[in-house]
């Protein structure tokens, strides 16, 4: 069964920066063919954040790019989410998404990911 739990979020100034880290269980590490984080503001639908492969490959969504950075520790089943120079416009909530014995690339929309997270508050105050 996997698992996914977030952790990390909280409040920060604009041009600040969090952390965040999603635990993965259930199964090994090496089983996650994609990891993903996505975010959804209230009244907004889910967007995806960021997504990297078993193998590093990343990719981000363009209001992201050069701002948050994914990277994944497979020893402690780990992902993360750099977040710097938060903008008032990164409030949302955000989530953890896997996608187990896939072998092609990995895609940056919901319906990609079967796996989910509880989700975790980021609101960042200008």
């Known amino acids: 069964q996997v698992q996914l739990v977030e952790s990390g979020g909280g409040s920060v100034q604009a041009g600040g920066s969090l952390r965040l880290s999603c635990a993965a269980s259930?199964?090994?590490?090496?089983?996650?063919?994609?990891m993903g984080w996505f975010r959804q503001a209230p009244g907004k639908e889910r967007e995806g954040v960021a997504t990297?492969?078993?193998?590093?490959?990343?990719s981000y969504a363009d209001s992201v790019k050069g701002r948050f950075t994914i990277a994944q520790d497979n020893y402690k089943n780990t992902l993360y989410l750099q977040m710097n120079s938060l903008k008032a416009e990164d409030t949302a909530m955000y989530y953890c998404?896997?996608?187990?014995?896939?072998?092609?690339?990995?895609?940056?929309?919901?319906?990609?990911?079967?796996?989910w997270g509880q989700g975790i508050q980021v609101t960042v105050s200008s």
């Open positions: 990297i492969s078993l193998g590093g490959s990343t």
């Open positions: 259930g199964i090994a590490y090496r089983d996650y063919s994609c």
């Open positions: 998404a896997a996608r187990v014995s896939y072998g092609g690339s990995c895609r940056l929309y919901s319906d990609f990911f079967p796996y």
